[in-house]
T-cell receptor, first 109, second 116 residues
Framework: KNEVEQSPQNLTAQEGEFITINCSYS?????LHWLQQHPGGGIVSLFM???GKKKHGRLIATINIQEKHSSLHITASHPRDSAVYIC???????????FGTGTRLTIIP | GAVVSQHPSWVICKSGTSVKIECRSL??????MFWYRQFPKQSLMLMAT?????????EQGVEKDKFLINHASLTLSTLTVTSAHPEDSSFYIC????????????FGPGTRLTVL
C-alpha cells in the first residue's frame, strides 16, 4: 500500500468545471504539499498547508489532519490548468518528502 | 517568490561520459537541497539529501559513487552523473529548503538527461 495515495489518477473535464483532486496519507504529518507539474516537467509549488484551508486565485487546498486527507480544488477550470498535480508529505517526520503518483488533469476547451 | 534554478535544462550525452547538473537557490540560502529523479509516467523519487558543507545522504539503492553530489555553498548544489548509461536517462529535479525549521521546499525546473 502506498503511503500517499491520490485519486483520480486521470481526470478529463470541460472548461469551466469545478475540479477536485484527493490525497490520502497513512501517517501523521506536519504539513502537506500540493505541486503542479507541467508537460515540460517543471514543478511549481502550489500550497503547503498543515491545517484548514488555503486559497490562491482559483485554487483551493484543504486538509483534514484527523482524517489524513487533503483535497485540491480548481474553480472555473481552464485549459492552462492541464497538468499533473502531485501531493507530497514528509512521511518520515523530516523534510524528506514522499510523493503521490499524481493526478493527470486535462481540461478541454 | 523564492526561485530555484537548474542548469542545464536538458542535456544529451554519449554513454560513458559524465554530466554535471547545477541547482541554485537564487534569492535565499539553502542549507539543505534534495535531488529527485523521475522516470516517465512515474512519481518523483528522492535520490539524496544534500547538506552544505557535509557529505550527502543517499537513499537506499542510489549509488553514491555514480551520482556525486557536492553542496559547496549555501546557494549551490551539483549532481554529477558519472559514466552515464542509457538507463540513467531521466528527469532530475532539485529542491531547496530555505533555512532551518521549515517544511517549505522550492523546486527547480528540472533537467532532462538523455544518454545515447
Amino acid at each position: 500500500k502506498n503511503e500517499v495515495e491520490q485519486s483520480p489518477q486521470n481526470l478529463t473535464a470541460q472548461e469551466g468545471e469545478f475540479i477536485t483532486i484527493n490525497c490520502s496519507y497513512s501517517v501523521g504529518i506536519s504539513a502537506l504539499h500540493w505541486l503542479q507539474q507541467h508537460p515540460g516537467g517543471g514543478i511549481v509549488s502550489l500550497f503547503m498547508l498543515s491545517s484548514g484551508k488555503k486559497k490562491h486565485g482559483r485554487l483551493i487546498a484543504t486538509i483534514n489532519i484527523q482524517e489524513k486527507h487533503s483535497s485540491l480544488h480548481i474553480t472555473a477550470s481552464h485549459p492552462r490548468d492541464s497538468a499533473v498535480y502531485i501531493c507530497a508529505v514528509p512521511i518520515f517526520g523530516n523534510e524528506k518528502l514522499t510523493f503521490g503518483t499524481g493526478t493527470r488533469l486535462t481540461i478541454i476547451p | 517568490g523564492a526561485v530555484v534554478s537548474q542548469h542545464p535544462s536538458w542535456v544529451i550525452c554519449k554513454s560513458g561520459t559524465s554530466v554535471k547538473i547545477e541547482c541554485r537557490s537564487l534569492d535565499f540560502q539553502a542549507t539543505t537541497m534534495f535531488w529527485y529523479r523521475q522516470f516517465p509516467k512515474q512519481s518523483l523519487m528522492l535520490m539524496a539529501t544534500s547538506n552544505e558543507g557535509s557529505k550527502a545522504t543517499y537513499e537506499q539503492g542510489v549509488e553514491k559513487d555514480k551520482f556525486l553530489i557536492n553542496h559547496a555553498s549555501l546557494t549551490l548544489s551539483t549532481l554529477t552523473v558519472t559514466s552515464a548509461h542509457p538507463e540513467d536517462s531521466s528527469f532530475y529535479i532539485c529542491s531547496a529548503v530555505p533555512g532551518l525549521f521549515t517544511d517549505t521546499q522550492y523546486f527547480g525546473p528540472g533537467t532532462r538527461l538523455t544518454v545515447l
